[in-house]
């Protein structure tokens, strides 16, 4: 498959500070891209750079093989914090930027009563200063999506939203992919697990580690078993088992967690201890685990 | 062309919708109302204000004395109100993180100045000229205006520096993500160019000039044809300073735009 976007030793600073450092990513043409990463870690940087508001300090970005500083792609950009001319209602914005961004007169009307009944703020005719973030939100997805872009980059764009705000922000650009490539930051994991199909983890100004999450998930480790026992005796013994056998184990305040795949094992070091847990679940993966293990 | 009468209309729109045209609008009007009306009234006005049993003699007013209010009024209030309203003109973009959907839509950035500065050059030129025309209607009514010579150049030349102050206004707000900034920078000019007034040999070149000189071409005291170099230079540094603008905002961007 044919990367839409390409990055190779991009490295940017601001003073002193390295933001990005080296970093390779390529996004695959028509996937969901989560770009995962805590707050600091340079992921609005690196959106900012492919959308030509920052220039990197060195390496190549290239645009379906076109160098950036050639490339005529479209891209929408939803923004962290989307901002509008206030005084304007929803219709007269999109209008304003299927304009500027070359939308056909005939078309345009017809685009933007879709866009804006697709986010669900098509009846709404206040002015744009009396909308809600939610609805500040929808109308920057809409606005984003108004050129037909071939790549749409979204900035959090739920951060700051109710559970079912979220939710129907996560349908909407969930629905783009395959014809659009979406790269969708976020420090939120389970909103990359419910739409993205490829991920990356950026840690340090470096992606840490890339691919689909499955692939991830497999690949960097493995399930992990809870056990809870009824006493504390139990457990103190189940515990002594597994440091005589040298077992990698955690604890909180009331489970053991066993590293490692093999069900079998642990069932039977509880088996000749002579020991009965009162819960025992076996955990899959998942990308937060993995994001904290990268980080730790 | 079409991004340029796009986002001219939204510019519109804009001055509309803020309130900032009917702002412009009112206080050129009321000035334009004002400049006859207190030439008029001003010996009525220094009359109660002397003290009792202490009588002097005020000449007459005459259309002069409505046109030495309007070149006093036009300078010291209007122009401030003019810089007032447009001292935002590009900063607010960056302020209120407006100009990025643009910019991705492919909005250039020379674009965006030039009708940034198209419809603030047209307010203007309402604005002002409606102040001249209000004030032109009632001193003719009141006074006889034949003793008076060059009034367009007289008040073309104030237009001018008018447009000048929009352009300087305009590229200093393309630096500064605050309001504050494009008004210390253009207070700077026209301080720097007060100080240069200081020595008389260069008024012939100050575009101050064109603030301050208009009612010796009233009286007659100097020609149009004077002030050649002062238009030259103002006009010359309006397109530098709108230039200036320009790459104030490319700052923003470095992708090659479409």
């Known amino acids: 498959m044919m990367d839409a976007i390409n990055i190779e030793n991009l490295s940017k600073s601001f003073g002193t500070h390295r933001v990005l450092d080296s970093l390779d990513m390529a996004v695959p043409a028509g996937s969901i891209f989560g770009l995962v990463g805590e707050n600091g870690a340079g992921k609005t940087t690196i959106m900012k750079i492919i959308l030509g508001l920052l220039a990197g300090d060195g390496g190549s970005i290239r645009i379906f093989g076109e160098d950036i500083s050639a490339s005529s792609t479209t891209i929408g950009y939803l923004p962290d914090v989307p901002s509008f001319y206030g005084y304007m209602n929803a219709i007269e914005y ?11 007169a005939g078309k345009l009307k017809s685009r933007t009563t879709e866009l804006l009944d697709l986010v669900g703020i098509g009846n709404v005719k206040t002015r744009i200063s009396n909308y809600s973030r939610g609805m500040k939100q929808r109308l920057g997805i809409a606005q984003a999506l108004i050129a037909e872009p071939d790549i749409l980059i979204c900035d959090e764009p739920t951060s700051a939203l109710d559970p079912s705000g979220r ?25 990359v697990e419910r739409i993205c199909d490829q991920v990356a983890l950026l840690h340090h100004g470096r992606i840490v580690m890339s691919g689909s999450i499955e692939e991830l998930e497999r690949s960097h480790r493995s399930n ?44 039977d070091i509880l088996h000749d201890a002579g020991l009965m847990p009162l819960r025992m679940d076996v955990v899959e993966p998942d990308l937060e685990k993995l994001f904290m293990e990268m980080v730790e | ?60 007013p005459t259309a002069m004395d409505s046109w030495t209010q ?47 500065v198209t419809v603030a050059m047209t307010m203007w030129t309402g604005a002002y000229w409606c102040c001249f025309l209000i004030t032109y209607g009632y001193t003719e009514y009141y006074w006889d205006q034949s003793k008076g010579s060059h009034f367009f150049f007289a008040a073309l030349y104030l237009w001018i520096f008018g447009i000048f102050l929009i352009a300087c206004v305009t590229a200093a707000s393309s630096f500064f993500k605050n309001f504050y900034g494009s008004l210390i920078v253009t207070g700077a000019v026209v301080v720097i160019m007060y100080i240069i007034s200081l020595a008389p040999k260069t008024n012939d070149y100050n575009p101050l000039s064109l603030a301050s000189g208009n009612m010796n071409i009233l009286n007659g005291v100097a020609s149009p044809g004077d002030y050649k170099w002062s238009v030259a230079i103002a006009l010359i540094l309006s397109v530098v300073f709108t230039g200036v603008a320009i790459l104030g905002i490319s700052r923003v961007s470095f992708r090659r735009w479409k």
């Not at chain 1, 999109?94 to 056909?104: D, F, N, V």
């Open chain 1, 94 to 104: 999109m209008t304003l930027c299927g304009k500027i961004g070359g939308i056909e």
């Open chain 1, 224 to 267: 992990e078993i809870i056990l809870e026992f009824g006493s504390a005796g139990d457990r103190t013994r189940f515990v002594a088992a597994l440091e005589s056998l040298d077992r990698p184990y955690r604890q909180d305040r009331s489970s053991v967690v066993v590293a490692g795949d093999k069900t079998g094992s642990v069932i």
């Open chain 1, 167 to 191: 939710r129907d922000i996560l349908d909407i650009i969930r629905d783009q992919g395959g014809e659009t490539t979406v790269i969708f930051s976020t420090h939120i994991l389970t909103d």
């Open chain 2, 70 to 116: 309007f070149y006093k009024n036009v300078p010291q209030m209007g122009l401030v109100v003019l810089v007032l309203i447009f001292a935002g003109i590009i900063s607010n973009e960056y302020i209120n993180n407006t100009l990025v959907n643009m910019l991705t839509k492919g909005l250039k950035p020379a674009t965006l100045v030039l009708s940034k």
């Open chain 2, 1 to 60: 062309m079409r991004q340029y009468m796009v986002f001219m209309n939204k510019e519109i729109l804009e001055f509309i919708r803020t309130y900032k045209l009917l702002v412009l609008f009112a206080v050129f009007m009321i000035l334009g109302i004002m400049n006859p009306l207190t030439a008029k009234l001003l010996p009525y006005i220094m009359g109660n204000f002397m003290p009792e049993g202490l009588t002097i003699n005020i000449a007459d």
